[in-house]
């Protein structure tokens, strides 16, 4: 049996190809994490723009508890990238 087909999300803006990385050091030299368009578009608009999760789930269209799920795995990313000198890479979520 296979999973349901994932919702659509709608996320603001095209990130996607760009990186986030520590200064001094190329990019093939560093270890990679993807981040992606949904969790960068949940961080933005919970952490940014000052939303309620379930504000932020009525404008990408998904439940409070999705935007909870996707912004708890963004702000691990984003908390190992940082602390451990990685590239944070934006990537579609098809992708």
Known sequence: MSPRPKKLRHCE???CGRAFKPTGTP???LH???LH???LEALR???????TQEE??????????TVQRIITGAR????????????????????
């Open 76 to 95: 691990k990313k984003t908390a190992q990238a940082l602390t451990e000198g990685q590239a944070l890479v934006f990537v579609d979520s098809e992708s």
């Open 13 to 15: 803006g095209n990130f």
């Open 56 to 65: 932020a789930g009525t404008r990408m269209g998904v439940s409070r508890g």
């Open 32 to 34: 990679q994490v993807d």
């Open 37 to 39: 368009r949904d969790e």
């Open 45 to 51: 608009l919970c952490d940014f723009e000052g939303l």
């Open 27 to 29: 990019l093939t030299e």
